[in-house]
C-alpha cells in the first residue's frame, strides 16, 4: 500500500488482504449466508494496515504496531485513548463509500487554486523576516500541514529558497549602493563583531550619514565573515573591501569600533591608508560598551543575589497566581504598584528592576515566597538582612547610571557630544564615590570603574571628537568634557574648518549672510549696498561663522540638533556643512537600547543562531527593508500586499 497523507487517510479506507478459501468454506460454497451486520469492529480495522507478513496490524496515526492476534477491543481502545475524534473522520460505511466514488476533479474544485509561487514568495518573506534557516522548510511537519491544507501544494527546496535569497540581496544591494551614490557629505562607519553557534567570527558595518534635510540615516552595508585566524589584518582588509563595494572610501570621516585591539589595529591601517590619500580620518571607541563594562563591574559583587531574584521574577512571570499574591502583599506593605511582566532580561535595564524589586518591595517578595511555600520553598530565594543591605546600597549607586542610559537608548540622535557629556557626568559619579564613600567594598567597585574610564577618556580625546562635540548646538563649549577643551584643540578647529569648508568652495554663501541680502531687496541704496559689503569683509577678517556660532550661549539639552541646524543654515552656510558631516560620527557602536535593553536579546539570538549559509543576506534583507528598501527579485520590486490580495481574490471565486 502506498503512503498516503493525512487528507488521504480521512477518506480512502485500508484494504485488507485477500487469502484463498479453506475447505469449509468451499462446503458451504451453495449455501445462502446470512449478511453480517456492521459492527463497530469493521470500523476499527479501517485505521489500521495489516503488515505485509500478515503478523501484525499497524495504526495509521501513530504507526503504532499489534500483534494479528490482538483483539479488535484492544484495537477500539487504542483509538479512543490516542486518538480521540477518530469516528467523527468517517461516522458510516456509506459516508466512506460517497467519499471513494467521489471524482478526483471535484476534490480539486472544493478548494481554491494555488498560485505555487505566490506562496513560495511569501514563505520567502516570513522566513527573511523571521531569521529563519531555509532548511526549516524540508521539517516534514510543516511539509504535511501544508499538504493538509491542499495536496498540490509544492514548496521551494532548502537549496532554490538559499538561491533566491541570495538574488534578493544582490538586487537590494544595487540599491543601496545607488543611494549611497547620491550622497554628498561625509559618511561614518561602525563596527560591531560577534561568533556565530557554528564558531564563525562575523563583522557588521554600518554606514551614518545627514542628508541635505537634516534626517540621519544608518543603513547596513554587509555582515562579513572574517576568516581565521581573525587577526587586524582579516578586519582592515574586509573593511576595505566593504568600502569599495560602496565606493565610500573617499567619504569616510570616521570609525567608531567595539574597543577590541583587533578592531582597533585594523582601525589604525585603515587610518593610514586614508592618511596617505590625503583623506581626513578618525576612530574612537564606543562610549556604550565602555559604560556597559563599567556598570558591569560594579555588578560583579552583587550577581548571585540577581541570580536569586531573577529566579523569582521568572516564576512571578509565569503564574498568575503568584502575581496576584504578590500584588496584594504590595498593596498589605504599601510597597507601590507593579506592572507585570517585570523585566527579567539578562541586560542592565533587566539587572536594574531586580534591584528595584528589591529596594521598593522587599517584603511583598517574602511573603510571596512564603504563601508560595510549594513553588519556592526548597529553592532559597528569600534574601538576607545583608544581602538586602548590599542591594539598596548599589541601588543608590547605580540609580544615576541608570538615568544616564535611558537618557540614551531614548535620545532621538545621540550625538558624539551628548555621548560624552554623559559619559562625563558618569566619571564625576565614580570619582566622588572613591572619595567619600566608606563602604569599602564599594570604593573598590568604584576603582575598577574608574580604570575603564581613564582608558576611555584617554582613546576618545582628539581633534575629530572636540568638533563633533562642539557642533552639536546643546554642548559647545560650555558643556565639553574638560580633558578636551582647549584652546589648541579650538584653534586646529578653527584651521580645519577654514581650509577644508573655505568660502571658495561655496561661492553662493557668504559668512553670516545668505544670497537673499543681494537679491531680496532690489531698490536698496547704494549706502546700504556699501554697508553689506562692509559687514560681509569684517566677517570674513575678524571672525568667521564658527567664532559666531561659539559665541552664542548653548540650546537646552532637549533641543533637536538637526531641526536646530535645519532652521540655522542660512546663518551658518558654511558651518553647517561642517556639521553635517561632523554630526554624523557615532558615539557607540551599536544602537544604545540593543546594548543597555532586552531590544537587544533578539540581535543577539539571530547573530548567534543563524548558519554561514544565510548569515550575510537575511541579516542585511532585514536592515534593507525597514529603511525603505523594496524587496527585489533579479530587479523587479515583489509586492507582497498584491499576493495577499491575489489569493483573497482566488478564494472569493472558489466560494462563489
Known amino acids: 500500500m502506498e503512503k498516503r497523507t493525512l487528507m488521504d487517510m480521512t477518506f480512502v479506507p485500508s484494504i485488507e488482504p485477500i487469502s484463498s478459501a479453506g475447505p469449509s468454506e468451499k462446503a458451504n460454497a451453495g449455501m445462502p449466508l446470512k449478511q453480517r451486520k456492521k459492527s463497530m469492529t469493521s470500523l476499527y480495522l479501517k485505521f489500521f494496515e495489516t503488515a505485509p507478513d500478515g503478523k501484525s496490524r499497524r495504526c495509521k496515526f501513530c504507526k503504532q504496531s499489534y500483534s494479528i492476534a490482538t483483539a479488535t477491543g484492544n484495537l477500539g481502545r487504542h483509538l479512543s485513548h490516542r486518538h480521540p475524534g477518530y469516528d467523527r473522520l468517517s461516522d458510516t460505511g456509506e459516508q466512506m463509500q460517497q467519499a471513494i466514488v467521489t471524482s478526483k476533479k471535484s476534490q480539486v474544485q472544493s478548494k481554491p487554486a494555488i498560485d505555487h509561487d505566490h506562496l513560495n514568495w511569501l514563505l520567502l518573506k516570513w522566513l527573511i523576516g523571521a531569521s529563519i534557516p531555509p532548511a526549516a522548510l524540508e521539517d516534514e511537519m510543516l511539509s504535511n500541514s501544508f499538504k493538509f491544507l491542499n495536496s498540490s501544494v509544492m514548496v521551494w527546496s532548502k537549496e532554490k529558497v538559499q538561491a533566491v535569497t541570495l538574488e534578493v540581496f544582490r538586487s537590494m544591494r544595487e540599491d543601496v549602493r545607488a543611494s549611497l551614490e547620491h550622497v554628498n557629505s561625509k559618511v561614518s562607519i561602525t563596527l560591531d563583531f560577534w561568533t556565530s553557534y557554528e564558531q564563525v567570527f562575523y563583522m557588521s558595518v554600518k554606514c551614518h550619514w545627514i542628508d541635505e534635510n537634516w534626517s540621519l540615516h544608518r543603513i547596513l552595508l554587509d555582515v562579513c565573515h572574517i576568516p581565521y585566524p581573525c587577526t587586524s589584518s582579516e578586519i582592515f582588509h574586509a573593511l576595505m573591501k566593504v568600502l569599495l563595494t560602496y565606493n565610500i572610501d573617499s567619504k569616510v570621516l570616521s570609525c567608531t569600533n567595539n574597543n577590541s585591539q583587533q578592531a582597533i589595529h ?48 521568572l516564576e512571578l512571570n509565569s503564574c498568575p497566581e503568584i502575581v496576584d499574591d504578590f500584588k496584594q502583599m504590595a498593596a498589605l506593605y504599601q510597597e507601590g504598584q507593579w506592572k507585570f511582566p517585570i523585566d527579567a532580561s539578562a541586560s542592565w535595564n533587566g539587572d536594574y528592576s531586580m534591584l528595584d524589586l528589591v529596594r521598593k518591595a522587599p517584603n511583598a517578595m517574602d511573603s510571596t515566597i512564603k504563601k508560595q511555600e510549594e513553588t519556592f520553598g526548597s529553592r532559597n530565594l528569600t534574601l538576607s538582612a545583608t544581602e538586602k543591605s548590599g542591594v539598596n546600597i548599589l541601588h ?170 535645519k532652521v540655522n543654515a542660512t546663518r551658518y552656510p558654511r558651518l553647517s556643512l561642517m556639521a553635517r558631516d561632523y554630526l554624523a560620527v557615532q558615539g557607540t557602536s551599536i544602537e544604545p537600547d540593543e546594548l543597555f535593553t532586552s531590544k537587544g536579546d533578539k540581535m543577539h539570538k539571530q547573530q548567534y543562531c543563524l548558519p554561514f549559509s544565510s548569515m550575510q543576506a537575511i541579516m542585511c534583507i532585514n536592515s534593507w527593508i525597514p529603511s525603505g528598501y523594496p524587496f527585489k527579485f533579479r530587479s523587479t520590486e515583489i509586492d507582497f500586499e498584491k499576493l495577499i490580495q491575489s489569493a483573497a481574490a482566488s478564494v472569493d471565486i472558489a466560494k462563489s
Open 396 to 565: 543608590s549607586y547605580l540609580e544615576p547610571f541608570y538615568k544616564t542610559t535611558t537618557n540614551l537608548c531614548t535620545c532621538k540622535v545621540p550625538t558624539v557630544g551628548l555621548v560624552l557629556f554623559f559619559m562625563d557626568h558618569v566619571f564625576e559619579l565614580i570619582s566622588g564615590c572613591r572619595e567619600s564613600c566608606r563602604q569599602e567594598w564599594l570604593k573598590n567597585v568604584a576603582d575598577e570603574m574608574a580604570k575603564r574610564a581613564r582608558s576611555f577618556s584617554t582613546q576618545v580625546s582628539n581633534l575629530f571628537t572636540f568638533m563633533a562635540a562642539v557642533l552639536d548646538p546643546r554642548i559647545k563649549k560650555e558643556l565639553i568634557p574638560e580633558n578636551l577643551n582647549s584652546e589648541k584643540n579650538l584653534e586646529e578647529a578653527r584651521s580645519h574648518f577654514l581650509r577644508d569648508y573655505s568660502s571658495g568652495q561655496f561661492s553662493s554663501v557668504t559668512n553670516g549672510f545668505s544670497i537673499q541680502d543681494t537679491t531680496e531687496d532690489t531698490d536698496v541704496s547704494f549706502a546700504e549696498e556699501i554697508a553689506r559689503k562692509r559687514r560681509r569683509m569684517s566677517m570674513s577678517t575678524t571672525t568667521d561663522e564658527l567664532s559666531q556660532y561659539l559665541s552664542e550661549p548653548p540650546a537646552p539639552i532637549a533641543t533637536d540638533v538637526l531641526e536646530w541646524w
Open 266 to 313: 585594523a582601525c589604525h591601517a585603515l587610518k593610514e591608508e586614508l592618511d596617505a590619500r590625503k583623506i581626513p580620518f578618525c576612530y574612537i571607541p564606543c562610549a556604550g560598551r565602555t559604560l556597559k563594562l563599567i556598570i558591569e563591574d560594579g555588578l560583579l559583587t552583587v550577581k548571585p543575589i540577581l541570580s536569586k531574584i531573577r529566579e523569582f521574577v
